[in-house]
């Protein structure tokens, strides 16, 4: 089973100051590590991944995250947000459930806000 | 390309109505994923098909919720005899093995039961 915890439900920052999204995960098999970004009346967009390789993830609009397996985290950061970034952002992980099925569970997401 | 679509985009039924959810996936996409998103429960996987088959229909909430993929294709995700707690977001996505199994998300349909 997998479970994923995002623990702020929100966040509100000013623009051009740094913002970290927090997410931590829980699974008996090797995992993918995702981020998506939803925008108001708007689908799932994909920021970025973590599959293998480098834990250092760099993904859409500036944003980056770092798989950490020891603390079992995957936060995601961006050094300098804008107005446009407000939105809810959703941290995910996949697993081969068995029979290629990689199916996603959820963190309850993050409302990020962007102030002037 | 053209990405996953769905239709229709909004669907407003009676309480006890049957509704079927329709969703295209990319071209060449053997995997499909259909989820939910409601304001209680938030994202929530329900069903995943691998070509026709469905060997994983652990999220499907109830009896009342069916779906089945054809020619490898166009899904239908069907609820018979709605009630108000089916309102929410239905997603679909589909992936393929060499896009690294990201899945690209539809739009979504957004079922209000009255």
């Known amino acids: 089973a997998q479970s994923v915890t995002q623990l702020d439900s929100q966040v509100p920052v000013f623009e051009e100051a740094p913002v970290e999204l927090r997410c931590n995960y829980s699974s008996s098999v090797s995992v993918y590590l995702f981020w998506y970004v939803q925008y108001p009346n708007q689908g799932l967009q994909l920021l970025l991944k973590?599959?293998?390789?480098?834990?250092l993830v760099k993904g859409i609009n500036g944003f980056e995250a770092e798989f950490n397996k020891s603390q079992t985290s995957f936060h995601l950061r961006k050094p300098s947000v804008h107005i446009s970034d407000t939105a809810e952002y959703f941290c995910?992980?996949?697993?081969?459930?068995?029979?290629?099925?990689?199916?996603?569970?959820f963190g309850k997401g993050t409302l990020l806000t962007v102030n002037p | 390309g053209a990405g996953v679509s769905q239709s229709p985009s909004n669907k407003v039924t009676e309480k006890g109505k049957d509704v079927e959810l329709r969703c295209d996936p990319i071209?060449?996409?053997?995997?499909l994923y259909w989820y939910r998103q409601s304001l209680g429960q938030g994202l929530e996987f329900l069903i995943y098909f691998q070509g026709n088959s469905a060997p994983d229909k652990s999220g499907l909430p109830s009896d009342r919720f069916s779906a089945e993929r054809t020619g490898g294709s166009v899904s239908t995700l069907t609820i018979q005899r709605t009630q108000q707690e089916d309102s929410a977001v239905y997603l679909c996505?589909?992936?393929?093995?060499?896009?690294?199994?990201?899945?690209?998300f539809g739009p979504g349909t957004r079922l209000t039961v009255t």
């Open positions: 995910a992980v996949s697993g081969d459930s068995g029979g290629s099925n990689y199916k996603l569970t």
């Open positions: 071209s060449g996409h053997t995997a």
């Open positions: 996505a589909s992936s393929s093995y060499l896009d690294g199994y990201e899945q690209y």
């Open positions: 973590y599959l293998s390789g480098s834990t």
